[in-house]
């Protein structure tokens, strides 16, 4: 096998060689399109760099997973994932992730709806484009600070609710380093990255298939039901993915939101890298492991929702 | 009574006047083409006839009902577009069927209806394809469809020929005056193509700045333009300079040489106006008739070029410094000139036309600038 | 219609004005908070410690040099890759976009956690090395360089660009630095500032691999103090929006040349 692989390029080498000496001269091979198996060569720094940086120490956690902490194969890792309380922070996430990228999807594609098509003034889109692509930028600790100033205990906007309207969210059940906290939070990311994502597709909605449906006597509910959400739906679909994808890693906002106190699997990874509490990095591993699976499931889910929403693309 | 009727319309967007008091009326089961250039305010009076745009100011009238305020859903008008507008996610049976299921119409009439539009369109085989699966005048066919599958009261098209190639196009035409004669539906139709106007209409309204300048039959538009811009816009044209030398007579001088018109040019002594003449009204004059018949002038010319166009063969001349053109039936017994040839034409002195000065013309087919015979 | 296209409109208001609240109340709320450092009056004065505290020029200057590491390794990495996939290896396209959604799949905290525990040990202990850092970085934001490099590319017709050049006879080299990268300009740029903003506070990477960085400084005085956060807040939302309006300003005029400019987190 390692004998054959070293003949091909032995091969490929003498057919390079001959090739230039058949075209004589070295400008001219310069000015040839270059042979492919040589193109490929200069892919090399990239793949290398991508996998010693990224898909090989990704897959070590896959090797530790499957190891005890004295080095031996084990699957007592994954049997410890069905602890209720891992259990919890995997549904915790789950739900967070869900429920920002539903809340946060649909809020923003109403905003990107309303600046797209909604006959607003055109200056409105650019100056929201920008905004969004700050915005969206604009998480992890800053974030964090930028919510507790505002929904936060002293909070200027829990504080003018209990002042001015009588309102205490905080009696309510609100806490901002709880479940809805962060979600609030999250959904200020979620919302112009959503603003971002959908827009090529809202433009690509011809004015004609509403037109059209008018003419044939259908009512805009109408339209949207049998021509403007299938037609969208398997870029809603890629949408909602990738914000669910965002919020189920998102690790710096809630860090520095709750101070690593919130149950989520990014925490409690993060708890295992750093340490802090009972230190067993092959549970961290599994815990990883368990966090690729879910977002491989969700790329998987997406692309076959994606084939069967899009039947009638190419 | 016209089936269609529109009373001074006028349409305005911001501060930009696109249709101006326009009023036209159609009879049940014709033909009617908007012909004009970009920004006339044909698709825009269109538009408002199918509801997508409501007037500044005049009523539309269908079979006598005022619809200017009814939207475009209530108004029961089949609309077919330029860029065909199916629905990407339905395939052709169901496209075909959207307005039919709007409407309730129980599904096996809807199924039979279906049917009964493919064959129409001769797509019997398409059914459940999708738009993208289609060719450009397949998917305009299944929008013609789809568009007089629910029966509408009158057939409306955007300009649905042009983003197709120039033979589909020659071929659709025809397909969809067979289809309009067949099920007899009043059809409005909007085109900048004057040929395909012609061969399609019963009836053409020459449109201009939002405004109509003729309605008539493609005869009449071709053969007796109320204005110039009708005359210039409408086929090929040649423009002549000249000055009056005898109003009575008609008499005018052509760079030297003088032609009769039957045009009455009292008012115009010693002044400058301009003529024209068709190609096809120009000939090859015989050696015997030298200036002498009293019906015809004679003027003569030099070879530039000879222009094939398939059935007809063009000679562009050269008569003082003015382009001219001479369209003849193309046959192999032709004898062609060679250029800087002199060629002595005649024409009848009732087929020159005189355009007033300062009169507004769309495009000159020759005279003006060497341009046009590149 | 005139009804249904009004309609549309007050809705479009609407969710445009309940966007606009959601996203400028925090953004506000911080600025006044940020000024209520002094009891009782409004001022800059937590602005004043925050720029009197040598930590934050530190942290600030450690993250600033990490980004432009990363973008240095970044741009020498991708861009020639770009540019062979689009010019020479198409069919290789589909992988690098598989790749580019790598880091969707694998997040920074388990990226962390793998470059931890796989560079821990003496063959390859890299860890305590900042080279771990900006490769760790240089992952991260490979997507945004590669897709703003890949639509620069496409908005320029790299082959015809490409075959001109040759057929007046010029090299590889010339072509690259003469013709593509003068053409890429905008794209590079998007994909610096991007990357910058970024890198500049980023807190997860940072903090597992115990980097003294800009956005562990900012969680640390989160947890001490109370105004300062909100005036870091604000400086660094203004940083970020000075770095995405460049892009915007940049990439003006240029067709088809949207840039990459959506977070993930």
């Known amino acids: 096998m390692n004998d054959s692989l070293h003949k091909d390029k032995e091969r490929s080498v003498r057919k390079g060689a001959e090739s230039s000496g058949k075209t004589g001269g070295a400008l001219f091979v310069r000015a040839a399109p270059i042979v492919t198996s040589k193109a490929w060569l200069g892919l090399v720094p990239f793949f290398v760099f991508i996998f010693a940086f990224m898909i090989i120490p990704a897959g070590s956690l896959l090797i530790g997973a499957f190891q005890r902490n004295d080095g031996h194969f084990s699957l007592v890792n994954f049997s410890k994932l069905f602890r209720p309380n891992i259990i919890s922070s995997y549904m915790v996430t789950i739900r967070l992730s869900f429920v920002t990228a539903l809340g946060g999807g649909l809020f923003g594609f109403f905003i990107a709806y309303a600046i797209c098509l909604g006959g607003l003034p055109k200056g409105i889109r650019s100056f929201m484009s920008t905004f969004s692509g700050v915005a969206s930028n604009f998480a992890g600790v800053p974030l964090a600070f930028a919510f507790i100033s505002t929904l936060g205990r002293m909070g200027l906007v829990t504080v003018f609710l209990r002042t001015a309207l009588g309102i205490d969210i905080y009696e309510g059940g609100f806490n901002l380093y709880g479940f809805w906290g962060l979600a609030v939070t999250y959904i200020y990311f979620q919302i112009p990255l959503m603003v971002l994502i959908i827009q090529p597709a809202l433009d690509n909605m011809k004015k004609e298939w509403r037109e059209a449906s008018e003419n044939l006597g259908a009512s805009s509910l109408q339209y949207w039901l049998h021509i403007g959400i299938p037609v969208l739906l398997p870029s809603l679909l890629a949408a909602f993915i990738l914000l669910f994808g965002n919020a189920f890693g998102a690790y710096a906002t809630a860090f520095s939101l709750t101070g690593g106190l919130i149950n989520i699997v990014p925490i409690l990874i993060g708890a295992q890298i750093r340490g802090d509490v009972l230190h067993d990095p092959n549970l961290g591993y599994a815990l990883a492991l368990g966090m690729v699976f879910i977002m491989t499931l969700a790329i998987l889910a997406y692309s076959w929702l994606q084939r069967i929403a899009s039947r009638w693309m190419k | ?374 | 219609m005139k009804n249904g296209g009004a309609t549309r409109k007050a809705m479009s208001w609407f969710w445009l004005i309940i966007g606009l609240l959601y996203f400028f109340i925090p953004l506000l709320s911080t600025f006044l908070f940020s000024l209520k450092g002094k009891k009782g009056v409004l001022s800059f004065v937590a602005y004043q410690h925050v720029f009197a505290d040598p930590k934050f020029l530190q942290s600030f200057l450690f993250s600033l040099q990490m980004s432009v590491y990363t973008i240095i390794v970044g741009l020498v990495l991708i861009v020639p890759t770009a540019i062979l996939i689009n010019l020479k290896i198409p069919k290789a396209k589909p992988v690098i976009e598989l790749f580019s959604l790598m880091p969707f799949v694998i997040p920074p905290v388990v990226l962390a956690f793998g470059l931890i525990k796989f560079y821990a040990n003496p063959p390859l202990a890299l860890v305590s090395s900042p080279a771990l850092l900006v490769a760790g970085y240089v992952v991260i934001s490979f997507p945004y360089i590669y897709r703003s490099v890949d639509t620069g590319l496409t908005s320029m017709d790299l082959k015809v660009l490409t075959e001109a050049a040759q057929s007046l006879g010029a090299g590889w080299l010339s072509i690259l630095f003469k013709v593509i990268l003068p053409n890429l300009r905008t794209a590079l740029l998007s994909a610096t500032f991007l990357t910058f903003a970024t890198v500049i506070g980023e807190l997860t990477l940072a903090v597992l691999l115990a980097w003294p960085a800009f956005g562990p400084y900012m969680a640390h005085v989160g947890r001490d103090l109370a105004y300062e956060p909100a005036a870091l807040a604000i400086l660094s939302f203004m940083m970020t929006w000075g770095s995405i309006s460049l892009i915007q300003f940049l990439s003006r005029g240029i067709p088809g040349a949207k840039s990459e400019i959506g977070g993930l987190h």
Do not use: W
């Open chain 2, 1 to 374: 009574m016209g089936f269609i009727e529109l009373h001074e319309i006028t349409k305005s967007f911001a501060n930009n006047t696109v249709v101006k008091n326009l009023s036209l009326s159609v009879e049940e089961g014709k033909f009617l083409s908007f012909l004009g250039g970009s920004g006339c305010g044909k698709t825009t009076t269109l538009r408002m006839i199918a509801g997508f745009e409501t007037p500044t100011s005049g009523r539309i009238l269908i079979e006598g009902k005022d619809v200017s305020r009814v939207p475009p859903a209530r108004r029961n008008l089949g609309m077919v577009f330029q860029n065909y507008a199916l629905f990407p996610n339905m395939t052709v049976r169901k496209n075909i069927a959207f307005g039919l299921k709007i409407a309730k119409v129980p599904a096996q009439e809807m199924h039979a209806r279906v049917d009964e539009m493919l064959a129409l369109i001769h797509m019997e085989n398409y059914g459940d394809r999708y738009p993208h699966q289609l060719s450009g005048g397949q998917q305009q066919r299944v929008a013609l469809a789809r568009a007089i599958a629910v029966r509408p009261k009158a057939l409306l098209l955007d300009e649905p020929l042009s983003a197709l190639d120039a033979k589909i196009r020659v071929q659709l035409r025809d397909d969809i005056r067979n289809i309009q004669q067949e099920l007899g539906i009043t059809t409005i139709y909007v085109t900048h193509d004057q040929e395909e106007a012609m061969s399609i209409s019963d009836q053409i309204a020459v449109m201009r700045n939002g405004g109509i300048e003729q309605v008539g039959t493609p005869f009449d538009i071709y053969n007796t333009p109320a204005t110039s811009y009708v005359a210039s816009f409408i086929g090929t044209l040649n423009l002549l300079e000249g000055y009056v030398v005898d109003a009575a007579l008609g008499k005018v001088d052509l760079n030297g040489t003088t032609v009769r018109t039957v045009s009455d040019l009292r008012g115009f002594e010693g002044k400058k106006i301009r003529l024209t003449v068709r190609p096809e009204a120009l000939s090859v004059a015989r050696q015997d008739d030298a200036g002498s018949a009293s019906d015809v002038n004679n003027i003569t010319g030099t070879a530039e070029r000879v222009k094939f166009l398939g059935s007809t063969v063009r000679f562009v001349m050269k008569f003082g410094e003015t382009y001219m053109f001479m369209d003849r039936f193309n046959s192999s017994q032709l004898v062609l000139p060679k250029k800087g040839d002199s060629i002595r034409v005649s024409f009848a002195i009732d087929a020159c036309r005189l355009l007033p000065e300062g009169d507004a013309i769309a495009m000159p087919g020759s005279g003006v600038s060497d341009e046009m015979i590149q």
